[in-house]
């Protein structure tokens, strides 16, 4: 297995873009792409889109996980983005780059030309630099007084950009705030970023703040800036005092200028992020609930061509992807008991439709010992039931639900829930289904969807909730649980793949819960210190 050697962030930049837009200048948005064992470019992670801007400095950093030994290929591409969908294919494509993670890290910062069809069309810069340390987050919240009034109809619209000094001297953009419209006392919204994004980890590192005035075609006013540090900042928190603003060129040509602004700081907070890892090796349990589609759009499973069709040369997708997923998550769950179930079949003894029922057929022992006896407990299922419908998963995630909120009751990091749906298709339920889901993203609770078959999944996307909160009449989630992933994208590639892919929120959505209830992760179990004996 190859070792991470460190983590590392990535800052792009981008000049020279092409204009795409008649009337104003490009949106431009750089999706970064990594080559996998197998060839395949996998989207790793995008950048915040920047509006008006050819030239561009993206504030969102990069995350990477850098393994000296392996070639990682990369690719960026940069897009005009005129649209809000998530899709970048429909989106004006601005050029692309390849390189390896090696090449940048080696060159620190590494500046190449963007190619369309082997023509330049701009370049791009990639900064990286090494994460260091903790997993400190700094939270903080901006306001102003007295800015200087840039429009001539009405006041300022300013906005906040803080970069961090280089060691160069030269500095890097890592973040933007919101604009305030008409206002010359602003208060920008509260933000957190990480403490090593912020200042690379050094309370003493330099930091710079300006202060702009927005304007809609890009070519936005420049109000003044202040030099700090984060330990300069958090002492003026408490202090009360301010930063002067400072334009200058307005203090070369005005006597007795003092500053264009003065800008206070109404929050630096500090805070230690407990990972993943903090809260498993507390003892906080992973408990795995299966649930599995027997509706009849899988077809006959005595037909070779069912999705249920048991071939005895070799397991069939629901098989394969109950293994995958389910292998990696028993080793967090100390007693390997798993409730397994089924929906969407007449089950016996009396053949009435159910939703939510045992493939033991034991309504008082729904568990199965280990991945294996779910297994086997499938294959018996799928012999005595007659597959009907229709495709309604509320009340196996209303199920879980239960069980999850007795575990919210308790003030200690100790359970958390993970729910794995197998289906074949598109859901008929699907209100009740994201009423479910958003009464479980309250609760220690994530699912997992995995698509079965060549069905069309586009409301699980819409599940999924990638591009913003999932939202149900007036309600919305707390915060995103699911994952879906359709098994047809990773039906030639080994399990560990697929398992990788659907698996790879579940340590954020559990130090998500945790960190928001604000509980901490419990104390590590070790053996017991050895006894000093007698002195």
Known sequence: MAQCVS???LHVSCRGLLDKDSTSKSDPLCAVYMQDVHGKWIEHARTEKVTNNLNPDFAKGIRLDYYFEMVQKLKFLVYDVDNETSSLGDDDFLGEMECTLGQVVSKKSYAQTLKIKGRNVGTITVYAEELKG???????TFRSTNLD???????SDPFLQISKVKPDGGTLLVHRTEVIKNNLNPSWKS????LQTLCSGDYDGGLRIDCFDYDGDGSHDYIGGTNSTLRQLIEMKHNGKGLDLVNPKKKQ???GYVNSGVLYISQCDVTKVHTFLDYIMGGCQINFTVGID???SNGDPNDPRSLHYMNPYEPNEYVRALVAVGEVCQDYDSDKYFPALGFGARIPPNMQVSHEFPLTFNPTNPYC?????IVVAYQNCIRQVQLYGPTNVAPIINHVIRFAEQAAKDSTASQYYVLLLLTDGVLTDMEDTKAAIIKASRLPLSVIIVGVGQADFKDMNELDADE???RCGHHYADRDIVQFVPYRDFKTQPPAVLAKHVLAEIPKQVQEYFTKRGLAPMPPKGPAPPSLGAL
């Open 468 to 470: 913003g909160r999932l």
């Open 369 to 373: 010992h280990g991945i294996p006896e």
């Open 294 to 296: 027997f509706t009849a």
């Open 149 to 155: 009034n840039k429009d001539f109809m009405g006041k």
């Open 191 to 194: 933000f957190s970023i990480p």
């Open 134 to 140: 903790g997993n400190e987050i700094v939270h903080l």
């Open 253 to 255: 040509k005005k006597k």
């Open 7 to 9: 983590k590392v962030e």
